[in-house]
């Protein structure tokens, strides 16, 4: 399964794929995560120690080259699991973007065409997972940066902006035609809140995947520096997100490996 996570800025894309990530690697599922942001935060999210994250190898416009066919990767998948990947808690692989070095010059667009490579050839083998969490842009749903996955979330916050986002975000996303598109509500504090995305649901044609709800927690754990399943392992967001791991999993309908 190739996910994508989505969504409006600070929805809480990050912090769910974080946990999201860990507790697929805890079903038994090979989890490579693939922090696709120039800002890159997913480290923090899963548990990786700020000084660990500044050490990756980050993934570059460099690992393409153009062929007569079109781009292609330099290395194999192996190859970049190898040289650019660093093990995050519970056994989740994660290779994240180098953020840009110098002001005032580039752009990102190539370095976005070498995640969307990347996730082409990850999670090929049934019941392997590939998480990407990207920044938050309309720009991913374009050209040859479009998003690559058979799964896509749009995370949305009970909120017009957010929601508009959203719709947005689910309209576009269905012209990639992904296998499957569902909507993720975060920060719901109430039933009004959770109607809200239902509604958003129910007007586009789309499923509510999971609710995870608003949670003191997280920003607890986010002030520590800490990952929210070691920071707050009982906290209600995270029993929301491994019920948005099973509904991901059973949808999904492939071997799931043996706990
Ligand atoms: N369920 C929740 N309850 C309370 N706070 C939350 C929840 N989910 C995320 N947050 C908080 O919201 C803030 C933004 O979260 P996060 O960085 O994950 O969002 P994002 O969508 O990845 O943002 P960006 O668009 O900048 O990448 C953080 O302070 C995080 O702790
Ligand atoms: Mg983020």
Not at 157 to 166: A, D, I, M, N, R
Request: proline share 7%; glycine share 8%.
């Amino acid at each position: 399964m190739k996910l994508a996570v989505v969504g409006k800025g600070g929805v809480g894309k990050t912090s769910i794929s974080g946990t999201l990530a860990r507790v697929l690697s805890r079903r038994g599922h090979d989890v490579l995560a693939i922090d696709g942001d120039p800002n890159p935060n997913l480290a923090l999210a899963l548990g990786v120690t700020p000084a660990a994250m500044a050490a990756m190898p980050g993934l570059t416009a460099e690992l393409l080259e153009q062929t007569p066919a079109g781009f292609r990767l330099t290395r194999t998948l192996d190859q970049l699991r190898d040289e650019y990947s660093i093990p995050a808690p519970d056994d989740v692989a994660l290779m994240a973007v180098r953020p840009p070095q110098t002001a005032g010059t580039g752009c990102l667009g190539r370095v976005h065409a070498t995640v969307r490579n990347v996730v082409h050839v990850a999670a090929e083998t049934p019941g392997d997972i590939c998480l990407l969490d990207i920044e938050a842009s309309l720009e991913h749903f374009r050209q040859n940066k479009a998003i690559e996955a058979d799964t896509m979330l749009v995370v949305v916050e009970p909120y017009f902006k957010s929601l508009e986002t959203g719709r947005r975000m689910i309209r576009l996303g269905k012209q990639l035609k992904p296998k499957r598109l569902v909507l993720v509500a975060n920060k719901v504090w109430d039933k009004r809140s959770r109607d809200a995305v239902e509604r958003l649901a129910d007007d586009e044609g789309v499923e509510v995947a999971g609710a995870v709800p608003h949670d003191v927690h997280m920003l607890e754990a986010d002030l520590a520096c800490s990952a929210l399943l070691d920071h707050a392992p009982d906290a209600p967001s995270v029993e929301a997100i491994y019920g948005l791991a099973d509904d991901l999993l059973a949808a999904d309908g492939g071997p799931t490996p043996a706990p």
